[in-house]
């Protein structure tokens, strides 16, 4: 199966952040501990992103901004995870409709919604993802 690069994810122009790789924002000044109660402080811009919770880059956020944002190992995926227990095109979050989905792209060791295996489900504002050891939090503007 071939799989294309959907559009690069481009950090929104907002003062005080700094883009580190393709959609992918840092908070000029490092948030607390409570990140995850306070998601207005990531000024993104867009309508949905994601939260790091756990992981080497926690406290960062990615923009959700195209309409297939692929996430994996794999240096052409939107949101590069550096993580051995990460496929290299792990998932995916599909917007259709003005509403968010996660797919499972068929990683050896899946894809978590609230802890729960997922193939394809619908997210909602608050929902915890795990894929390989990294844990973040969709959120919905």
């Known amino acids: 199966m071939t799989r294309t690069r959907s559009d690069v994810l481009s950090p929104p122009d907002t003062t005080g952040v700094q883009a580190t790789r393709p959609g992918m924002v840092i908070p000029a000044a490092r948030p607390s501990e409570d990140l995850v109660g306070a998601p207005q402080r990531l000024?993104?811009?867009?309508?949905?992103?994601?939260?790091?919770?756990?992981?080497p880059d926690k406290g960062s956020g990615f923009a959700i901004t195209s309409a297939t944002t692929t996430i994996g190992r794999h240096r052409e995926c939107d949101i590069v995870l550096d993580d051995v227990t990460v496929s290299r095109f792990h998932a995916e979050l599909i917007r259709q409709d003005g509403r968010?989905?996660?797919?499972?792209?068929?990683?050896l060791n899946g894809t978590y919604l609230n802890r729960q295996p997922v193939d394809w489900k619908r997210l909602a504002d608050g929902d915890e993802i795990w894929i390989g050891k990294?844990?973040?939090?969709?959120h919905i503007a």
């Open 43 to 55: 000024e993104v811009g867009g309508s949905a992103w994601l939260v790091v919770n756990r992981g």
């Open 100 to 107: 968010y989905f996660l797919a499972d792209g068929g990683s």
């Open 134 to 138: 990294v844990r973040f939090t969709f």
